[in-house]
């Protein structure tokens, strides 16, 4: 009995010790949980835990709370410590643990599946840290999880169905993580669910209708996954909703009009960038408590509904889509009703079908607006006196449209302005000094206009200027040497004006600047030596000017990508550094006074993307140059000769040299006279014709072509035949147009074609390599084109195999697939050429036999004997006196305009895509006997949408390529509502090329999960 009670006194004694030191035998399981935890974290970071050992008491150490009665471990707080390593698997032996937060820290491995024995856990964050291994099936097992907190990991895998265990979450989530598959129906059993946060990840499919039970939920977000389908039923049910954010998916259809009804709560709608269609519901306008809209990128139509009764509503984003139809009738009352919108900030309907005068309403606008977005629609009139009522705007997006006029007195009051984009409009008079004044400018885009005058030297006032863009205007003087001084200047271009004098030393000062574009000026003068130091630099186009002597010192611009200094009078070398240029994707130097060798290293070895014609003086250099070799050098002379012979040979030379300096000195005179003259005489600097004629004779192609064989034919233009010609000492294989000189307009349309091709590429157009003026062996006058050969032939053989005789048919058909990949390759090149080329330049005669396929069915525009280059209103053209008969183009592609005398413009070139694309899908030709009266293929065509889409679809489409359960009508319905909308015929309701190509770049995405595109 005394041994009992020694050993109860000493056991108690015991209990107190540990006690006194914060142990109790209910504790050393975390203890040891803890410890293990720690030794798991990188060494590094270890010491941010430096209160975890054995000094202190255990609820004392960082992060770490206990509970109140049995002091075990009921909370871990460890976020935002950038702790390093991997989550030990002990964490699962923390029992009582209610709270675990490791949020913000940089672990990695994997979540442990212990983690599902914590049966107590109710907060679970370890977002933002480095975890992959999926969601553990485990962690399923904490059943009183409330918070769930995964985001911002790379966790892969998808959301198992298990997660439907979890009954009683409030808070789910697991933002870019990278999860793929299909959402689980089990996510409905979640039936407390307030927050759902899916964003950024891979997921794909319809939302599951069991959605529909989570009554709860208050905030949504799936913004950035792969969902299709039509806007999620189930939504419609969720009528707590306050926050909706479904941007970047692929949902489709129309909304229900009564959406604002059916969801009456909503704070924030954000479904931009998906395939919406329909008109917007109306009863949007009844949700009071909105605060922000964003509806941008879809293809919704009709009028923008008003939005008077939303008092507090800051963000309406409706930009890209085709509301309005081009006209202000009925579709600006939505504006007027905005300026009861008193807390409004940021309106954006750019890129949409709106037109008529623009609206003076928007000076009525709330003076809280900070970002104002009207670009790429059809406005016409003036900017609104008013204008500067909008005291707090910082964004002021009016490019691409019809303004005219100059820039109101009132803009100068718009003090915050950081970006002011009023390119390709119609906008007049002087640049006003007074912008000087707004020195938060950030971007200054006046370009495409028809400003004139001086460039005023107060734009040096804005010393927080990035971009500054002017060019493609009337301006003239000289460049202001203030400009120079706005160092942090990354882009400056004022290329096609008329500025003259020369390029400031101070360029230099410039170190940040990465594009200079001053192209087509009148300046003059050396280039600066300071132009080396500005190291960023990436583009520089100085074509089109006189520049004289040599290029400066450049070396140090290594990361330069593309060089154009064509057109101008520079001379002496071609630097060998530029060979090193490992960046260099682009050297134009045609048309200079160049000398000596060619460097034949680097760069130098690919004729593609280095240009050098015109430079008579140039020698050497690889084959594809085609330049005379360059002479040797005479070694010295070692034979001893008398003094008398010396004087001889020193005489003979002197002469030799003296008569050789003149016939360079008169020839020179010439030429420098010639080249004067045609400067002062507005000359356009010499064609393509000019420098390419001697580069192959008329004995070339007759051999390479076996005669002008008719077995080498392989195709007929409009001005002459095609054929295959080979090369066989430069292995090459190239296609020659012989031109018809007996057919009236063969010479012009050989001109035309020439200056239309020389200064223009991109990777859809038919690359021109040389020409050929010459006299056949008849003394005949002869014409002829050499382009690159395109092995597949045209796509009318393809559309259309049955007409091609069997030797020259495709083994097989194109696919859905292939026809959109060629019909995006179409609308990308003409949206180059109408809106990216140095002048809008007119196709005049698009259809599938001037459609051209490579080896990997890619596709270029050929055949620009009809083009025409697309001037400013007051300008005369070259090309608009090639012929006086006008374009008449081809019968069924040419828009309805031009047959009663109207000029060529981009508008018929989109009527003609239309209808080619038409063609491209349902197989019949514009001129099928189908066809006739009135009765089109673009009547054809819409007669049948969308019930009988299928009928008409060209019957290969529906058999070949295409994976079971495709919704190929959906697809094909989107594709002839493009067609459609381009062979509109009025030409100013017919759809712009860059919308026609985002349409169908979308229609891709979306049905094929590809997102090739096209480069220029």
């Known amino acids: 009995m005394r041994s009992m009670r020694l050993f109860v006194l000493l056991a108690f004694n015991a209990l107190m010790l540990l006690e006194t030191h914060g142990f109790t035998f209910t504790d050393e399981a975390d203890r040891r949980a803890l410890l293990e935890f720690k030794s798991h974290v990188s060494d590094d970071k270890r010491a941010l835990l430096s209160s975890w050992n054995h000094s202190f008491p255990l609820c004392n150490w960082k992060g770490v709370r206990c509970g109140r009665k049995h002091k075990r471990v009921t909370g871990l707080e460890l976020g935002g410590l950038q702790l390093g390593g991997v989550i030990s698997p002990s964490i699962g032996n923390l029992s009582f643990l209610t709270t675990l937060n490791l949020s913000e820290n940089s672990f990695g491995g994997t979540i442990p599946q212990e983690v599902g024995n914590l049966f107590r856990l109710k907060y679970l964050d370890m977002s933002k840290n480095f975890l992959g291994g999926g969601i553990p099936i485990d962690l399923y097992n904490c059943s009183r999880l409330f918070n769930l907190v995964l985001g911002s990991n ?85 009528s707590s909703l306050e926050s909706l954010t479904l941007s970047f998916n692929q ?418 005179l010439i030429w420098f006279r010639k080249r004067k003259k045609n400067k002062q005489t507005n000359t356009p600097p010499p064609s393509s014709l000019e420098v390419f004629h001697e580069k192959i004779s008329y004995g070339d192609l007759r051999n390479a072509t076996n005669g002008f064989s008719s077995s080498n034919m392989v195709g007929l233009g409009s001005f002459g035949t095609v054929f295959k010609a080979i090369f066989p000492t430069e292995e090459k294989v190239v296609a020659v147009k012989v031109l018809n000189m007996q057919r009236r307009g063969a010479m012009k349309s050989f001109m035309a074609e020439c200056e239309s091709l020389k200064d223009i590429r991109h990777r859809n157009l038919v690359k021109l390599l040389t020409a050929c003026a010459s006299i056949d062996f008849q003394g005949n006058e002869f014409r002829a084109l050499i382009y690159e050969f395109m092995p597949n032939g045209s796509l009318d053989k393809w559309l259309h195999p049955k007409e091609v005789e069997e030797i020259r048919r495709p083994s097989r058909t194109l696919t859905l697939l292939e026809r959109l990949n060629i019909a995006i390759d179409v609308a990308s090149v003409l949206d180059y050429l109408h809106v990216h080329s140095h002048e809008p330049i007119a196709h005049c005669d698009l259809k599938p036999s001037n459609v051209l396929l490579d080896d990997d069915l890619t596709a270029h525009v050929s055949d620009f004997g009809l083009a025409r280059l697309l001037l400013k209103f007051d300008q005369g053209s070259f090309f608009n006196q090639l012929s006086s008969a006008g374009v008449r183009g081809t019968i069924g592609y040419a828009a309805p305009e031009y047959g009663i005398g109207g000029q060529p413009s981009i508008h018929g070139d989109v009527y003609s895509f239309g209808v080619l694309l038409l063609e491209m899908f349902t197989g019949k030709r514009p001129t099928n006997e189908l066809f006739g009266g009135n009765f089109t293929l673009h009547k054809y065509t819409k007669s049948a949408l969308p019930e009988r889409v299928l009928e008409i679809a060209d019957e290969w489409i529906l058999h070949i390529g295409l994976r079971v359960g495709f919704p190929i009508a959906e697809c094909l319905t989107l594709v002839f509502g493009v067609g459609l909308r381009c062979c509109e015929e009025s030409p100013m309701n017919r759809l712009v090329t860059s919308e026609a190509v985002k349409e169908l770049i979308s229609i891709r995405e979306k049905f094929f999960k590809t997102k090739r595109t096209p480069g220029r």
């Open 154 to 238: 790379n966790l892969g895998e998808g959301i198992s169905s298990e997660i439907g265990s979890l009954t009683k979450l409030g808070h789910l989530d697991v933002y870019e993580n990278n999860l793929r598959g299909k959402l689980p129906a089990s996510l409905g059993n979640l039936t407390s669910l307030q927050r759902l946060l899916l964003p950024l990840n891979n997921l794909e499919g319809e939302i599951p209708s069991d959605v529909a039970k989570l009554t709860q939920v208050y905030s949504l977000s799936i913004y950035g996954n792969n969902f299709s389908g039509v806007f999620p039923p189930a939504f419609y049910n969720l």
């Open 251 to 668: 949902f489709s259809g129309r909304l229900r009009p009564d959406f604002g009804i059916l969801l009456p709560n909503l704070v924030s709608c954000i479904m931009g960038r998906n395939y919406l269609t329909g008109a917007i519901p109306t009863t949007l306008s009844n949700i009071s408590s909105l605060d922000r809209l964003e509806m941008f990128e879809n293809l919704l139509t009709g009028s923008i509904p008003t939005f008077g009764k939303i008092p507090n509503l800051k963000t309406l984003n409706l930009r890209s889509n085709f509301l309005g139809n081009y006209s202000s009738s009925g579709y600006l009352d939505f504006l007027s009703s905005l300026t009861n919108c008193t807390q409004l900030k940021f309106l954006w309907i750019g890129q949409n079908r709106l037109g008529g005068d623009f609206p003076i309403s928007i000076t009525n606008l709330s003076t809280k607006l900070l970002s104002l977005g009207f670009q790429s629609n059809h406005f016409s009139g003036r900017i609104p006196h008013d204008i500067g009522n909008l005291v707090s705007l910082q964004t002021l997006l009016l490019h691409e449209n019809m303004l005219i006029g100059p820039l109101p007195a009132s803009l100068g009051k718009l003090l915050q302005l950081r970006e002011l984009s009023l390119s390709s409009n119609r906008l007049s008079r002087e640049i006003p000094a007074f912008i000087g004044n707004i020195t938060p400018l950030e971007t200054l885009d006046l370009a495409n206009n028809n400003f004139e005058g001086n460039v005023p030297p107060s734009l040096g006032k804005c010393t927080n200027l990035l971009r500054l863009y002017i060019e493609s205007n009337e301006l003239n003087g000289t460049i202001p040497g203030e400009i120079m001084h706005i160092q942090g200047l990354i882009h400056l271009k004022m290329s096609d004006n008329s500025l003259n004098g020369s390029l400031p030393d101070d360029i230099g000062k410039l170190q940040n600047l990465v594009a200079l574009s001053l192209g087509n000026n009148k300046l003059s003068g050396k280039l600066p030596q300071t132009l080396g130091k500005c190291l960023n630099l990436e583009n520089l186009y100085l074509e089109g000017n006189s520049f004289d002597g040599v290029i400066p010192d450049i070396k140090g611009l290594v990361g330069v990508k593309e060089v154009d200094l064509a057109n101008n009078n520079l001379s002496g070398n071609i630097p060998e550094y530029l060979a090193k240029f490992s960046k260099l994707k682009y050297l134009n130097l045609s048309f200079n006074n160049f000398e000596g060798n060619v460097p034949m290293e680097g760069i130098f070895q690919n004729t593609t993307i280095v240009s050098i014609y015109g430079n008579n003086e140039l020698c050497g250099g690889i084959r594809g140059f085609q330049l005379k070799p360059c002479l040797p050098q005479a070694p010295p002379m070692k034979t001893k000769l008398s003094s008398r012979s010396k004087k001889v040979v020193i005489g003979v030379s002197a002469g030799i040299s003296l008569l050789s300096l003149l016939v360079i000195a008169s020839v020179s």
